[in-house]
């Protein structure tokens, strides 16, 4: 079975903080793909990143920057130095080499300026 | 063009009513989904169309009833829906359905409610 926890379900910030998003995983696959997505108040899901299994590199653009360590199953995510509109419902996801997405619950995060 | 674009924005209809969802794509995608989202829950999948024919059918009802009218187009056909189905409608796309292509790009969504 194939599952995403997001243990943190709100999370608020004060302008300028950085805020780091927790993504833990559960598979036995050796192949997977790991994945966040950003949900502003518009509603769209906007594609942040993709990870494989094979890929322990992490990942920084921009402001974001992205942790992955296959030894705790985790996948986190930072935001630096965080701003108003990145406000938002992030989500972790997981799929193998098929088209279902297993997303955790999300967490909501609120930058208040 | 790297956009999913999705009509109506919004939507409310009344329970005997019959509309469609429309969603279109010009990323040269070979599947498409949708997926129905909850206010504060992940998104939940419904259908998957991977080269135009419907490959997956998460147990739908069958009030709602999908159609691929070709590669870019996929719309979401709605009938004789129930108040429970209010929900935010998501649409996405992909290179493929398996392996390495799988990353979806998503629509913004048609907010849908139903009286």
């Known amino acids: 079975a194939q599952k995403v926890t997001q243990a943190q379900t709100e999370i608020s910030v004060v302008e300028k903080e950085d805020v780091t998003l927790d993504c833990v995983y559960e598979?036995?696959?050796?192949?997977?793909?790991l994945f966040w997505y950003k949900q502003p108040p518009s509603g769209e899901l906007v594609f942040l990143i993709r990870?494989?299994?094979?890929?322990?590199q992490n990942e920084i653009s921009g402001r974001y920057s992205w942790n992955f360590q296959k030894s705790t199953s985790s996948f986190n995510f930072t935001i630096t130095a965080s701003q108003v509109v990145d406000s938002a419902v992030y989500f972790c996801a997981l799929s193998f080499n098929d088209y279902k997405l297993s997303f955790g619950a999300g967490t909501t995060v609120t930058v208040r300026a | 063009d790297t956009e999913v674009t999705q009509t109506p924005k919004h939507l409310v209809m009344g329970m005997t009513n019959k509309k469609s969802l429309k969603c279109e794509q010009h990323m040269g995608h070979r599947a498409m989904y949708w997926y129905k989202q909850k206010a504060k829950k992940p998104p939940e999948l419904m259908f998957v169309y991977s080269y135009e024919k419907l490959s997956i059918n998460e147990s739908v009802p069958s009030r709602f009833s999908p159609e691929c009218p070709n590669s870019s187009l996929l719309n979401l056909h709605l009938h004789a829906l129930q108040p429970e189905d209010s929900a935010l409608y998501l649409c996405?796309?992909?290179?493929?359905?398996?392996?390495?292509?799988?990353?979806?790009?998503f629509g913004p969504g048609t907010r849908l409610t139903v009286l």
């Open positions: 990870r494989n299994s094979f890929d322990e």
């Open positions: 598979t036995r696959d050796t192949t997977y793909y």
């Open positions: 996405a796309s992909s290179q493929d359905s398996q392996g390495a292509y799988n990353e979806q790009f």
